[in-house]
């Protein structure tokens, strides 16, 4: 009998039927004994997280603006979770600290903690389970650093006094006592400590979706599930941009070895997908994924027996540095080299970053290609397999698409190509039905 950890997503906790199925699935297992929980989500499309709810009243508060009715709306949502949920607490004590401390100036990590606080506090009542402050086991320096060492040693030796638990997620505290919050998305971060304090036979993550997708539902058409990945594809498709876990919210349990389950707290029926170390490379399945992004400019440089001129990488990749412009890839042959860079990355700087290149590095053509898109392939499969890029190569061919970038890792987990903007769709549509 192993311990699970069990994370629930605002989707999950936003109201008092999202809690309902959340009690449904912790009694279903009795090994899900620590639960870590956010602030209540949107429960329709044109709702408002109750997190933004309160950065908007410190908005208001810091602008001289009254924030009473933003405020009454927060006090509406737990109200309602109070009296659905019959639990047995002071809640407007609770919510009248929080107007207190909002009116005394709270700083905007405290107040954007507080609806996972609230939250955590009402759905312990209502399970009957024990509540842990996250701001007493997740610690953080007086500089705002997250202190790794010192918070798993005390998630250890608080979670052993307890046989179920069930802590916020999403901030900590500082020695003097101040909260300070993770990013965005914090909660995650927390399940993966809790499970790697506890050891945990596996971190299930519960949210609105049956886990990751094989590619974007907005391109492709009833997209197959990924039932399992491993980190290191994981990694590739979260960079091309999947809407995926960040690196920090796997982080802690990726180091103690411990999978992380997706599930859909909605369909709990569902396996989900499972993120591990390593799958059986004897399987089947080619490819994990497909993911990419558009807006990229590709700067091709060609001179003559570059590959043989010693500190050429060096000089560019410093011209980058000196001018804030990150790299995304730098696909190079004998006499060529291209920097592939994000837009965004650009604005303003692509004149002086070509007058830079021709001035320092003296190459005898340099060309723009802008108005790229980026499609990465990824699957541990593909290095076991041979006619993996012929297929998929053909496949663009078949689909019209001319491939104006070819990138693959060393690691052979994942082919990217350029193509222009506009063929970004039928790219990803063309790869997927290749091998689907």
Not at 36 to 59: E, H, Q, W
Not at 142 to 151: D, H, L, Q, V
Not at 206 to 228: C, H, K, Y
Request: net charge negative; with cysteine.
């Amino acid at each position: 009998m192993g311990i699970k950890v069990a994370k629930f997503g605002g989707s999950s906790v936003a109201d008092a039927i999202q809690i309902r199925k959340l009690e449904k699935i912790v009694n279903e297992d009795s090994e899900r004994r620590f639960l870590v929980v956010s602030a209540p989500g949107k429960r329709f499309d044109n709702d408002s997280k109750i997190t933004d709810l309160l950065y908007s009243c410190m908005m208001h508060r810091d602008h001289n603006l009254p924030y009473e009715n933003l405020f009454q709306v927060i006090c509406d949502r737990f109200t309602a979770l109070y009296v659905s949920l019959g639990i047995d607490m002071d809640i407007m004590k609770e919510l009248d600290t929080i107007k207190e401390n909002i009116d005394r100036g709270a700083t905007k990590d405290y107040l954007a903690s507080r609806g996972e606080y609230l939250n955590a506090k009402i759905i312990a009542n209502f399970l009957g389970m024990e509540f842990i402050d996250a701001a007493d086991v997740i610690l953080f320096d007086e500089k705002g650093r997250f202190m790794e060492k010192e918070t798993n040693e005390r998630l250890k030796e608080e979670l052993l006094k307890h046989d179920k638990a069930l802590i916020p997620g999403f901030y900590g505290s500082k020695p003097n006592g101040d909260i300070k919050t993770f990013s965005r998305g914090g909660s995650d971060i927390t399940g993966a400590l809790v499970a790697r304090a506890v050891d945990a036979e596996i971190y299930e993550n519960w949210t609105d979706v049956s886990g990751f997708l094989m590619a974007d539902p907005r391109v492709v058409e009833n997209p197959q599930p990924i039932e399992e990945i491993s980190y290191k594809e994981l990694r590739e498709l979260a960079y091309m941009g999947a809407s995926v876990l960040h690196e920090d919210a796997i982080y802690p349990a990726k180091i103690s070895h411990i999978p992380i389950n997706i599930r859909n707290t909605n369909e709990p029926a569902d396996r989900g997908t499972i993120i591990a170390e390593e799958f059986d490379t004897n399987s089947k399945r080619v490819i994990t994924g497909i993911a990419g992004s558009k807006n990229f400019t590709v700067i091709a440089l060609y001179k003559n027996k570059l590959s043989t001129e010693r500190g050429f990488l060096r000089k560019l990749a410093g011209i980058l540095e000196d001018m804030d412009i990150p790299l995304e890839h730098m696909p190079s042959g004998i006499d060529t080299i291209s920097v592939v860079i994000k837009n965004d990355s650009l604005e303003g700087k692509t004149e002086e970053l070509v007058d830079e290149i021709k001035r320092q590095l003296q190459p005898e053509t340099v060309e723009i290609i802008d108005d790229m898109a980026l499609i990465a392939t990824v699957g541990k499969g593909m290095s076991y397999k041979p006619g993996v890029s012929a297929k998929l190569f053909t496949a663009l061919a078949e689909a019209g698409v001319n491939i104006r970038m070819i990138d693959q890792g060393s690691s052979e987990i994942n082919i990217i190509i350029g193509v222009q903007n506009e063929d970004f769709e039928k790219s990803i549509k063309a790869i997927y039905n290749a091998f689907i």
